[in-house]
Structure formats: C-alpha cells, structure tokens
C-alpha cells in the first residue's frame, strides 16, 4: 500500500509540476520520468498492473472519441503514405538489428526484434514464447520507447516555433 | 447537461467500455485503447444528441496516469540489460529518433503533413502515448492515430513471421 501511495504521489507530482514548467506533454513526461528514476533508483514504487495499464488506455480511447474531430477521408489520404513509413522504418530497423547483432552477438532474431520500430508489449510477449531472450528484448524497446516520449514533445514543441 | 446528453454520455461510454474489451479480447494491439476508440465513435455516430466537451484537465489526469503506469514498467533489472548493451540501446535510440525524423520528411513529402503533426505520426514510440501527446498538443489526433495504427500493425505482421520462419529453418537446419 505504502509503494502504491509513493508511486502515485510522486507521478502526479511531478506530472503536474511538468504542466506547470510549460513542458510539452508535461503531465506524460514529468510523471514517466519522475516514477522511473525512483524506481530505478530503489524506491518504493509499485508496478501497475495490467489491468490497470487496460483500463488507462480505454479511458484514452474514449477521451479520444470525444475529443478529436474524426474525419472519414482522412484515413484513405494518408494509408500509402503510413505504409511508405513503415517500409522506411522496418528498413531502418534491418540495418540497426545489423549493428546490434554485430555489437552483441546476440542471435539474428533477438537483434531483429529488439530493434523492430514497434510493439514493446506484443513482440516482447511473442519473444517469450519463442523461447528467445524476451528481458533483453524488451529492455532495448523499453530504452526506445523512453527516450522517444521524452524527446519528441520538445521536437514537435520546436518544429511548431 | 441536460438527462437527454448525461444518456447519450452514459452510453457512448458503455460501448467504449464494451469495445474496449472487445479490443482486448480479439488480442489487438493496444486493444483497450482501440476497442475504447472505436466502440465509442460507433456510438457517437448513432447518438442524435451533441456530448459535451470533455473538461480539459481530464486530459492531464490522463497524460499522468499514462505517465506514471509506463515509468512504473521500467524494472530494475531494465538498466543492467540496458548497460550490458548499452551500445546496441544507444543504436537503438538513435535510429529510433533520427528514424522518426526521416520518417516525417516521408509523410511531410507524401501526405503533405506540417513537421509536428508528421513527427508525431511517424515516431515509433509507442502508439498510445504518441496518441495521448498528439491530443496534449492539440494535433490532429485522427491522421496520428491511422499512421501509427498502421505501422504497428504491420511492423507485427511482418516481423514475427519472418522470425519464426528464420527459428524454424534455423531448427531444420541445426
């Protein structure tokens, strides 16, 4: 109970600290980091679980229903285009999962999938039951998925002037 | 608000409730998230009556709980992996941002999208927080939510087969 309190003490504090100081995103930024370093630190935090990390998410899928002008065009404008993208990326990633392999010596699949442009939840679960390396797999996605969130609210923020 | 919209509020959420368990059920990615979407636009499509906007500080509720459910993900033992790895993180890391930005030129040159909107759509971070970041900064949350549905979809379709393929060749072989 004490971890629970901790843990959501010190997210929502940050969270809103971040709001506050004008960083963008804030409240996602400020709380993620604020509970990892504690965590990684060896502090008292308590890791959410499952259904906790569902039940967050269907919240956002209905605030984003409400919130967002949907338009019907909009998925037809931009479908070969996404599939462009994920050609580049999934291109990007051989090669990166190329220098990991090289850099480790960690077998070509676990290379592959630790550098694979999505999916830290599935593709980690599907590493485990492929019996590869699934910690190592997911702690690269973990590094990834970090950094990215943390960062690209600042380049958005940037890019907007 | 009058009973008329506290009714049509009350089951635009009972169906995204419902698509949101569907979602996870049928083992879609970030299925709560988008079973929640869809089984709530379904119903604001069939409701006759206007739901009232959602009170901006519901959306930094949000951005904190997401906040604080992925860094409470981040194990203790993520950082010895990362560590012993470090060099194949910081690779990792690095083509994921220098993808992303790669990527937006691609969008921006295609689909004609201004920098930040494309940057958000063509991140592989993870697609709900990418979502979530697009609503915090006012982006247009749809051309988002299609680009990373897509490519999270078909990232999975393509790389896990390719890998139990390589497994199962690899076992044929050895």
């Known amino acids: ?161 | 608000m009058s009973a008329e919209q506290v009714l049509a509020a009350a089951f635009v959420v009972a169906a995204g409730v419902t698509g949101g368990l569907v979602g996870i059920r049928l083992r879609l990615p970030a299925g709560a998230l988008l079973g929640g979407l869809l089984g709530a636009l379904a119903a604001l499509s069939l409701v006759p009556t206007q739901i009232p906007p959602v009170d901006p500080s519901v959306r930094r509720w949000l951005q904190i709980a997401v906040g604080v459910t992925l860094g409470s993900r981040v194990r203790p033992d993520t950082l010895p992996n990362v560590r012993r790895a470090s060099r194949a993180a910081f690779l990792v890391v690095l083509a994921a941002l220098v993808g992303a930005v790669g990527g937006a030129w691609l969008l921006r040159t295609l689909a004609g999208l201004e920098w930040g909107t494309a940057l958000l759509a063509a991140t592989p971070g993870g697609m709900p927080e990418m979502i979530l970041i697009a609503l915090a900064l006012d982006r247009p949350v749809d051309l988002v939510t299609t680009v990373q549905l897509v490519r999270v979809v078909t990232t999975l379709l393509v790389t896990l087969p390719l890998v139990r393929l390589w497994l199962r060749r690899a076992e044929v072989e050895g």
């Open chain 1, 1 to 161: 109970m004490r971890e629970l309190l901790v843990t959501l003490t010190v997210g929502v504090g940050a969270g809103w600290a971040a709001l506050w100081l004008g960083v963008p995103a804030g409240g996602l930024v400020g709380s993620m980091v604020a509970v990892a370093a504690l965590r990684l630190a060896g502090g008292p935090v308590r890791e959410l679980s499952l259904h906790v990390r569902r039940g967050v998410q269907l919240a956002v899928g209905i605030i984003l229903a409400v919130s967002a002008t949907w338009h019907p065009e909009v998925a037809r404008r931009v479908l070969l285009p996404a599939l462009g993208l994920t050609a580049y990326l999934l291109a990007v990633s051989a090669v990166i999962a190329w220098g990991v392999a090289s850099l480790t010596r960690w077998p070509w699949p676990v290379a592959f999938l630790s550098s694979a442009p999505a999916g830290l939840t599935e593709i980690s679960m599907a590493a485990d039951d492929m019996g590869l390396d699934a910690p190592s797999i997911a702690s690269l996605h973990v590094a990834r998925v970090i950094t990215v969130i943390a960062c690209v609210p600042w380049l958005v923020a940037w890019a907007a002037g």
